[in-house]
């Protein structure tokens, strides 16, 4: 239990009203055996009372129904959860496929790289055809 | 879930797509998320923009949260507090005319007012604070929050919280009873 002096009282009271259930934790204990026992409490907290009366006749209407429904329309359901699931399996699906596809093509083309090559090689081994010495023959 | 988080296990429900838990959700803090909103901002369409925008963002957050520093109510109150304050800022940034006056609440103590009436002039007088008090009391009165929890939020020291708390509660009660001339 912490220390209570009439200072400490009134500076609590004036802000958080008459009401001990408002009283930092760590103070009420104390400030309500001070309230007890000092008969210069009963003023502070008439006083303090009154105002709280004031503030607590303030009343906020009800959320409309409308409002109501509109937020829970869009409140996460399995559907929903479900539906977001397989959209995300469905883009991962579609990026491996791309990225299947692309390296599909890579080993396609490092399949076909040698073959080019040999047919490189191939056609340097073949002399060029002279058609001009074949005609020649002819 | 976070067995100190009164809300932990509801909102674990909420990020698994169960519909009755979202609605449990929302029938506790629909009406704690709107009355702080409209008394910060003292506007009904505004406040329900407010709370839609807040929701949104928990059902995006529900299925990721995870327990920490934070209860979910009090992470709730930060996203609103800062839309709210958000809010307040650009209404701010656009100047009021020069022949503008604050409308005058109705001394409480000058007649006998129906509850109705009272809670208006109080609404009124609490708009009329200035911001900052404003806010403490909404977030310590109203939406019953530690001041720990409160101070946090606003971003200051209890002991400044405690003295906006003091000097709001005096301005508010000399605005009602017609003595702040």
Known sequence: MTDMDLNRFEDLVAAYGATPNRWPEDERDAAEAFA??????????????????????????????????????????????????????????????GASGMLAGSAATAALEPVSANVQLYSQDVPALDYSTEENAQ | MNSEDPDGDLVRRVGEGDVHAAEALVARKLPRMTALAQRLLNDRTEAEDVVQEVFLRVWKSASAWRPGAAKFDTWMHRVAFNLCTDRLRRRREVALPETWDAPDPQPLADAAISAEQQSDAVGRALADLAPRQREAIVLTYYQELPNREAAALMGIGVDALESLLARGRRALKARLEGTDD
Request: without cysteine.
């Open chain 1, 36 to 97: 007890r026992s000092d008969p210069r409490a009963r003023a502070l907290l008439a006083d303090a009372d009154s105002i709280d009366a004031l503030l607590f006749a303030h009343k906020v209407a009800e959320p409309s129904r409308t409002l109501r429904t509109m937020v829970i329309e869009g409140a996460p359901t399995k559907r929903r959860l479900t539906g977001r699931a397989r959209l995300w399996w469905t883009t991962l699906g579609l990026a491996l496929a």
